[in-house]
């Protein structure tokens, strides 16, 4: 996955990191950014499955699930060949083992790229039983990226001990705003720029 850093070397008169409530606020231009990256990503997911669907229908992999099978980066055509069962299954089982509070020191890097590709190939709208899992992963992400979370000052963004929450704060905005989902904000004592 891919994060573009360049969005969190803002200035500091640009960023507003309180709101009149006293609510810490994403950058507008840190939302928009990744949620166009992610809906262009969607596009492009959606008009491989248009354009290849002999090879991307028929058979569905038989996929054994397991902490192994999140080591590895995933593959974009089993991520396009997977049914909306499938990708739910798989973000289910993400979000109660890998994303596990007690994992953090331990989560593959893949893990949030794995995240990332799943959510690319959802289907909208969105099934309320299966937007409760977009929602634990959102909750997860967002404890997971909870040192980024404290404080949107600038410096604390540019420091290079917070790399490994950058796609978890991503794949967090990512479920408030492309999925609509803002009231995760609030849970987390955040408040929507928009």
């Keep these: 996955m891919s994060v573009d850093r360049s969005l969190f070397n803002l ?5 507003q990191p309180h709101n009149q409530n006293n609510k810490l606020t ?5 939302i928009n950014k990744q949620v ?15 354009l290849h669907p002999s090879k991307l229908q028929g058979e569905e992999v038989e996929l054994t699930i397991s902490k192994k099978t999140f080591d590895e980066q995933p593959c974009l055509s089993l991520v396009l060949s997977l049914s909306q069962v499938s990708v739910f ?27 990332f590709s799943l959510l690319c190939v959802i289907d909208k709208p969105v099934p309320m039983d299966y937007m409760a899992i977009i929602r634990s992963v959102g909750r ?52 929507s720029s928009s």
């Design 26 to 30: 994403f950058p507008p231009a840190l």
């Design 140 to 191: 997860r992400c967002a404890v997971l990226s909870s040192d980024l979370l404290t404080s949107l000052d600038p410096e604390n963004l540019n420091s290079s001990s917070n790399e490994p929450h950058f796609q978890y704060l991503v794949l967090f905005i990512l479920v408030c705003h492309y999925f609509e989902q803002l009231d995760l904000l609030e849970e987390f004592g955040l408040s």
């Design 11 to 15: 200035s500091s008169d640009v960023t």
């Design 36 to 50: 166009h990256k992610f809906s262009k990503m969607r596009q492009y997911c959606s008009r491989m499955q248009k």
């Design 89 to 115: 299954e798989l973000l289910d089982y993400v979000q109660e083992i890998c994303l596990s509070s007690e994992e953090k020191s331990r989560i593959p890097r893949s893990v949030g790229s794995w995240v």
